[in-house]
C-alpha cells in the first residue's frame, strides 16, 4: 500500500494544490460579486452554472480523455481553469462571468475523470478503500485550507484571481515532472434515472435534494455572511467550520448508517438539520458567532452525508451488475440538483432577505423527511446485515466510481512488455516465427516468455495448442505457470489444454484446474472433471476446495443479487460430477458439499439416491436365490441399507436443518428402510438437541433460563418425532404402529405425543371408510388397544398418558383400554378410571 501511495504522490500533491485554488475561488466569486452590488438573484444563477458545466462534464469528459489521454486532459483543462478565473479581472459582467462558470464547471469535471480513473487504475481491490480514503483527505484538505487564502488581499482587488489562477498552472507541475502514464479509461453507459427511480425512489430523491441543498448552502454562505457582517478572516473560519464539519460529520453519520436502519438514519438527519438551519437565523442577527459557527458546521455536514446516504439507499436495492451505470446516473441527478439549487434560492433570498438561505434548506429538508416517511411506510426495511456499507464522498460529483470498493472490481489488464507488443505483430504475419520467437524467450528467461506465449495465443490464426506443447518442451519447469497464462488468454480452450496438461503430469493438473475453475466460474465442473479423471483419489480434495468458494461466493451475494444466485445447482451439479467420476467417495464429496451449501442436502440425496435405487435393485436381483435360501436375511437387509443409513446419519450432522428431509428422501427412495432411518434420524436430532442444550446451559445465567430452554428443546425434539411420524404415516399407513413403536423406543418421552397422533391417524382412516358397520367400530376400538399395549409396554412410565392421548381421538375405547392397561393390576383399575375421567371432565 505505501508504495502505491508513494508511486501516486505527485497526483495527489496536485489535488491538494487544485483544491487551495478552488476553495479560495468558492468563497471569492459569490463574495466578489456581493461587493459589485449584483442581485442575489443573480448571484445565484451565475454560482448554478458552475454545476451546468459539471453536469455536462460527467456525461462527455470521458470520451475526451479517451481521446488525447490523461495527462494532456489534466494540464489542459488546468490551463483553461486559470484562464477562466484571469478573465474574471476582466470585467464585472454577470452574462460573462456566467458562461466563465460553466467553461469552469466543464473542466472541473474532466479534472476529476482524469484524476480518479488514473486512482482507479493504479489500486487493487485491496487498496482502493485505502486510496479513496487518501484521496478523500487531499480535496478536504485543500479546501478548507483554500478558505483562509482570503485574507491575503483585498476581494474587491484582483490579486486572489490571480493567485487562484498560479494555483491551477502551479497544480499542473508535480503530474507534468512524473514519469507515470495514464491508464486506458472505459465508458460505461448510464443507467435511466426512470429505470433508477423505479428501483429506489428514496434514493434517487434524496441525491436530486441533496445536489440542490448542498450546492445552494455551500454557494451562498458567503452571501448570507455578508448580510450579518461576517467579513475577513471570520469569513474564513465560517466557510472553514462549514467545510471541516462536512468532513468530519462523515465517520459518526456512516457508522450509524451501517448499524441501524439507513433510512430511519436520514429521517433524524433531516429533521436534526431542519432545526439547526432555523436556529442558525436567529444566532446570526444576536451575533453569537461561537455558537453560530459551530451549529454551521454540523448542519453542512449533516448535509454534505445525504450524498452518500442516497448512494448506499440505491445500492441496496441494486444487483451488483448494476451498479456502475446506476452510480452514472447518480451523478446526473446531483448534477441536475446542484444546478438548480443555488438560482432557487437565491431567489427566495433577493424576495425575502439572505436569512431565508437557511429556511428555504429547512423547508427542502423537511419535504424530503416527508417523503422518506412515507417510503418507509411503504417498502419493508432491509436487514441491516445486507445493508450496503456507507462510503464517504467529499467531492460528490465524482466522474468515476471504480475507487468505490463496493463496486465489482476488475483487476486491470496488465500493459505488455516491448517484447511481447513485437510478438503479436510478428504473429499476424508470420505465427510460426511468433512461436519460435516465444520459444527462444522461455528458454533464457522463462518469466518472459510465458507472458509472450500468452500474447501471442490472443492473435487470430495462431494454433495455441501447437504452442502450448512448444512451450511445455521449452520449460516443463515452468508447465503450471504457462498453462494458467495461456487459459486465461484463451479460455475457450481451457478444457482442451488442461486436458493436455493431465495427460503430461497428472499429479500436476489439480492446481491449475482449481485455478482456472476459481477465475472463470463456467468452468468449473469441466475442470473439476479432468482433475479427478487424472487423478481419482482427488475427488474429496477438489470438492473441499470448490465447496468452499461457493459458500464463500454465496456469503457475498448481496439481497438484490439473489434471485440470481446459482450457488445450489452449482454445488449440486459439482457433486454429482464428482461422484460419478469416484463412486467410492461419493458420501464425502456430498458431506463436504452438504457443510459447505446445506440447502443442497435434500436435492444431492435425491441424485445420489436415484443411483442407488437402481443399483440395490439389480443387486438384489442376483442375489435373490442365495437370500432366499440363507437363514441370516436379516443380516443381508441390514447390510443392504447400510450405506443408505450411513448417508443419512452423516449428512445429517453435516445439514441438521435438512435432516428430516434427507431422511424422508431415503425412504421415499428404499421404503424397506423405514425402520433403520427412523432410528438413525431419531438418534441424529437426539444428538443435535443435547448439543443445543449444552451449549445453551453453557450461556444461561440464571435456573429459570436453564429450565426454560430444556423445555423448549423437548417440546422442539418432540415436535420433530411426531412430524417424522406423520410424515412416514402418509407414506406407508400400514406402518405407523410399528414406526410409532420405534419412535417411543428411542425417545419415551414422546410416548404421549405419538400416541395422540397414531390415534388421530387412527381414526381420520375409519372415517374415510364411511360406514356405520359395528365390526368397523370395535376394529378401531381393538387398534386403539393394541396402540396403549404397545406404547405402555416400550415407555412403562408414560402408560397413563398414553391411554389418556389415546381416549382424547378415541373415548368409545375407554373400558377396552383400562382394562388392558390395568391388566394384572386390579388393585389400581380404580385410580386409572379416575385419573382418565378427571382428564376428561377437565378437557
Request: zero cysteines; a negative charge; proline letters at 7%.
Given at each position: 500500500m505505501r508504495k502505491t501511495l508513494l508511486s501516486l504522490i505527485a497526483l495527489f500533491s496536485s489535488c491538494i494544490i487544485l483544491y487551495l485554488g478552488v476553495g479560495l475561488m468558492n468563497i471569492l466569486v459569490p463574495s466578489r460579486m456581493g461587493l459589485e452590488g449584483i442581485s442575489t438573484d443573480t448571484i445565484g444563477l451565475v454560482l448554478s452554472m458552475y454545476f451546468v458545466g459539471m453536469f455536462a462534464g460527467a456525461i462527455y469528459s470521458k470520451q475526451l480523455v479517451k481521446r488525447v489521454g490523461h495527462i494532456r486532459v489534466f494540464a489542459g483543462c488546468l490551463a483553461i481553469e486559470a484562464i477562466c478565473i484571469l478573465s474574471f479581472t476582466l470585467e464585472t459582467n454577470a452574462i460573462l462571468w456566467g458562461v466563465l462558470r460553466v467553461v469552469l464547471g466543464f473542466s472541473h469535471a474532466s479534472l476529476l475523470t482524469a484524476m480518479e480513473s488514473w486512482l482507479s487504475d493504479t489500486a487493487t481491490e485491496e487498496t482502493r478503500g485505502k486510496m479513496l480514503a487518501v484521496y478523500n483527505a487531499c480535496i478536504m484538505t485543500g479546501l478548507f485550507c483554500g478558505?483562509?487564502?482570503m485574507g491575503v488581499a483585498d476581494p474587491s482587488e484582483s490579486t486572489l484571481f490571480v493567485l487562484v489562477g498560479i494555483l491551477f498552472c502551479l497544480a499542473t507541475l508535480p503530474v507534468l515532472f512524473s514519469s507515470s502514464k495514464g491508464p486506458i479509461i472505459e465508458t460505461v453507459a448510464p443507467m435511466s434515472i426512470i429505470s433508477l427511480f423505479r428501483i429506489s425512489p428514496l434514493g434517487v430523491v434524496t441525491c436530486l435534494a441533496s445536489g440542490a441543498v448542498y450546492s445552494a448552502l455551500f454557494n451562498l454562505l458567503p452571501v448570507f455572511a455578508a448580510e450579518y457582517h461576517i467579513t475577513g478572516f471570520q469569513l474564513s473560519l465560517f466557510m472553514g467550520c462549514a467545510i471541516l464539519g462536512a468532513f468530519m460529520l462523515q465517520f459518526p453519520v456512516g457508522m450509524l448508517s451501517d448499524r441501524l436502519d439507513r433510512r430511519s438514519v436520514l429521517l433524524g438527519l433531516l429533521l436534526v438539520s431542519s432545526l439547526l438551519a432555523i436556529a442558525i437565523v436567529p444566532l446570526a442577527a444576536m451575533e453569537m458567532r461561537l455558537a453560530l459557527f459551530i451549529i454551521c458546521g454540523v448542519t453542512s455536514g449533516i448535509v454534505a452525508c445525504y450524498y452518500p446516504l442516497s448512494v448506499a439507499e440505491a445500492f441496496d436495492k441494486l444487483k451488483k451488475t448494476e451498479m456502475v451505470s446506476a452510480m452514472g446516473s447518480m451523478i446526473l441527478a446531483f448534477g441536475l440538483g446542484g444546478a438548480i439549487g443555488p438560482y432557487t434560492a437565491s431567489l427566495v433570498m433577493e424576495a425575502y432577505g439572505s436569512a431565508s438561505l437557511f429556511y428555504c434548506i429547512a423547508l427542502t429538508q423537511t419535504l424530503l423527511a416527508v417523503f422518506t416517511l412515507y417510503r418507509m411506510t411503504v417498502r419493508k426495511a432491509l436487514p441491516v446485515a445486507d445493508q450496503e456499507d456507507f462510503v464517504m464522498q467529499s467531492e460528490a460529483l465524482s466522474t468515476t466510481v471504480h475507487l468505490d470498493p463496493r463496486?465489482?472490481?476488475?483487476?486491470?489488464?496488465?500493459?505488455?512488455?516491448?517484447?511481447?507488443?513485437?510478438?503479436?505483430?510478428?504473429?499476424?504475419?508470420?505465427?510460426?516465427?511468433?512461436?519460435?520467437?516465444a520459444q527462444a524467450l522461455t528458454m533464457k528467461n522463462p518469466e518472459k516468455g510465458t507472458e509472450v506465449a500468452a500474447a501471442v495465443a490472443k492473435v487470430p490464426g495462431i494454433d495455441v495448442i501447437r504452442l502450448y506443447?512448444?512451450?511445455?518442451?521449452?520449460?516443463?519447469?515452468?508447465?503450471?505457470?504457462?498453462?494458467?497464462?495461456?487459459?486465461?488468454?484463451?479460455?475457450?480452450?481451457?478444457?482442451?489444454?488442461?486436458?493436455?496438461?493431465?495427460?503430461?503430469?497428472?499429479?500436476?493438473?489439480?492446481?491449475?484446474?482449481?485455478?482456472?475453475?476459481?477465475?472463470?466460474?463456467?468452468?468449473?465442473?469441466?475442470?473439476?472433471?479432468?482433475?479427478?479423471?487424472?487423478?481419482?483419489?482427488s475427488a474429496t480434495q477438489v470438492a473441499?476446495?470448490?465447496?468452499?468458494?461457493?459458500?464463500?461466493?454465496?456469503?457475498?451475494?448481496?439481497?438484490?443479487?439473489r434471485e440470481d444466485d446459482?450457488?445450489?445447482?452449482?454445488?449440486?451439479?459439482?457433486?454429482?460430477?464428482?461422484?460419478?467420476?469416484?463412486?467410492?467417495?461419493?458420501?464425502?464429496i456430498a458431506v463436504t458439499m452438504a457443510e459447505s451449501v446445506p440447502e443442497t442436502a435434500v436435492a444431492m440425496t435425491e441424485e445420489y439416491m436415484a443411483g442407488y435405487e437402481a443399483e440395490s435393485t439389480n443387486d438384489s436381483a442376483e442375489t435373490s436365490t442365495e437370500s432366499s435360501a440363507s437363514d441370516s436375511s436379516d443380516d443381508a437387509d441390514e447390510s443392504e441399507y447400510q450405506d443408505a443409513i450411513e448417508w443419512v446419519s452423516r449428512i445429517s450432522e453435516?445439514?441438521?436443518?435438512?435432516?428430516?428431509?434427507?431422511?424422508?428422501t431415503v425412504v421415499e427412495a428404499v421404503p424397506e428402510s423405514m425402520y433403520e432411518v427412523t432410528e438413525e434420524y431419531l438418534s441424529a436430532i437426539e444428538e443435535d438437541d443435547e448439543k443445543a442444550t449444552d451449549d445453551a446451559e453453557g450461556s444461561a445465567t440464571l435456573p429459570d433460563d436453564e429450565s426454560d430452554t430444556e423445555e423448549d428443546h423437548e417440546e422442539e425434539e418432540h415436535q420433530k418425532a411426531i412430524e417424522w411420524l406423520t410424515r412416514m404415516s402418509e407414506l406407508s399407513p400400514e406402518t405407523?404402529?410399528?414406526?410409532?413403536?420405534?419412535?417411543?423406543?428411542?425417545?419415551?418421552?414422546?410416548?404421549?405425543?405419538?400416541?395422540?397422533?397414531?390415534?388421530r391417524l387412527l381414526h381420520e382412516s375409519y372415517q374415510e371408510e364411511d360406514t356405520s358397520v359395528s365390526d368397523d367400530s370395535s376394529s378401531e376400538v381393538d387398534d386403539a388397544v393394541e396402540l396403549v399395549n404397545r406404547l405402555s409396554e416400550v415407555a412403562p412410565e408414560n402408560a397413563e398418558e398414553v391411554a389418556v392421548a389415546v381416549l382424547e381421538t378415541i373415548p368409545e375405547a375407554a373400558s377396552d383400554v383400562v382394562d388392558a392397561i390395568s391388566s394384572g393390576d386390579e388393585s389400581r383399575e380404580g385410580e386409572w378410571v379416575n385419573s382418565i375421567d378427571k382428564h376428561n371432565d377437565n378437557a
Open positions: 478558505q483562509f487564502l463496486m465489482e472490481y476488475s483487476e486491470p489488464e496488465a500493459k505488455l512488455s516491448s517484447e511481447a507488443e513485437l510478438a503479436m505483430l510478428i504473429a499476424e504475419s508470420d505465427p510460426a516465427a511468433a512461436v519460435r520467437m506443447e512448444v512451450m511445455k518442451e521449452a520449460a516443463p519447469d515452468q508447465i503450471l505457470d504457462i498453462t494458467q497464462a495461456i487459459v486465461k488468454a484463451k479460455p475457450e480452450l481451457a478444457a482442451d489444454l488442461v486436458a493436455r496438461l493431465a495427460e503430461w503430469y497428472p499429479q500436476q493438473v489439480i492446481p491449475v484446474a482449481i485455478e482456472v475453475g476459481r477465475v472463470f466460474p463456467d468452468k468449473r465442473i469441466e475442470m473439476a472433471r479432468i482433475a479427478v479423471d487424472s487423478a481419482p483419489e473441499e476446495y470448490y465447496a468452499r468458494l461457493i459458500a464463500e461466493e454465496r456469503e457475498s451475494i448481496r439481497p438484490a443479487d446459482t450457488s445450489e445447482s452449482d454445488a449440486l451439479n459439482m457433486a454429482t460430477e464428482l461422484w460419478e467420476a469416484n463412486p467410492d467417495q461419493a458420501l464425502d453435516a445439514a441438521p436443518e435438512q435432516a428430516m428431509d434427507v431422511a424422508a405407523s404402529l410399528n414406526l410409532a413403536v420405534k419412535i417411543v423406543e428411542a425417545v419415551p418421552e414422546s410416548a404421549q405425543y405419538v400416541a395422540a397422533e397414531v390415534a
